[in-house]
């Protein structure tokens, strides 16, 4: 079901990649790692009637991210308009207690929600994340070290990841180039 509520965007070009930004009232509500607007507007339209394009000076919202990816910013102080399932809200819950710098597995993630089984269904709650960097799926690693599965690409996920200091080693395998953390 649509949301009646209107939604604000708006793009910023950062050195890991464009983010498209989208906002309402009561929060960010989207954020991700695209190269077309058309793909971010179409998600944006599964929930909302009223897209508007934001044109005031840059938002809170950018202007933390800016801070963040400057390295000058740990922790966000951003409200957040999230829509999801209760158990993605859950799940997304857990990964805003992550802090900045670390990682946790799906495993952990799952047995935290209290599916101790359920690391495929946080895999896809993770997924469906709509806020990305903000809430930090990109802290989420698979239980053997190596960084999977990321909506704005592995390589994104390590950029994020390095920037946050951690240490990440890169190994070859059937041709095809794996990251663990160190």
């Known amino acids: 079901m649509k949301n009646d509520t209107k939604i604000y965007c708006e793009s910023m070009e950062t050195n890991i990649g464009k983010l498209w930004i989208g906002f309402t009232s009561k929060g960010l509500a989207r954020l991700e790692f695209s190269t077309r607007e058309d793909n971010f507007t179409k998600e944006l339209k599964k929930n909302y009637h009223s897209i508007v394009e934001y044109d005031g000076a840059d938002s809170d919202y950018s202007k933390q991210i800016k801070l963040y990816l400057d390295k000058n910013l740990k922790s966000f102080d951003l409200p957040l308009d999230l829509i999801g399932t209760p158990f993605q809200m859950q799940v997304w819950q857990e990964l805003l207690k992550i802090?900045?710098?670390?990682v946790r597995s799906y495993k952990?993630?799952?047995?935290a929600v209290g599916r101790e089984q359920g690391f495929r269904a946080v895999g896809m709650a993770n997924n469906r994340n709509p806020i990305s960097i903000v809430?930090?799926?990109h802290r989420?690693?698979?239980?053997?070290?190596?960084l999977v599965g990321y909506g704005g690409g592995i390589e994104t996920k390590v950029k994020?990841?390095?920037?946050?200091g951690l240490n990440i080693i890169e190994k070859e395998h059937n041709g095809n180039r794996l990251y663990f953390i160190a």
């Open 99 to 102: 802090p900045y710098g670390e």
């Open 108 to 111: 952990d993630i799952a047995v």
């Open 135 to 137: 809430v930090p799926c």
């Open 140 to 146: 989420v690693i698979g239980s053997s070290g190596e």
């Open 160 to 164: 994020l990841l390095k920037l946050e």
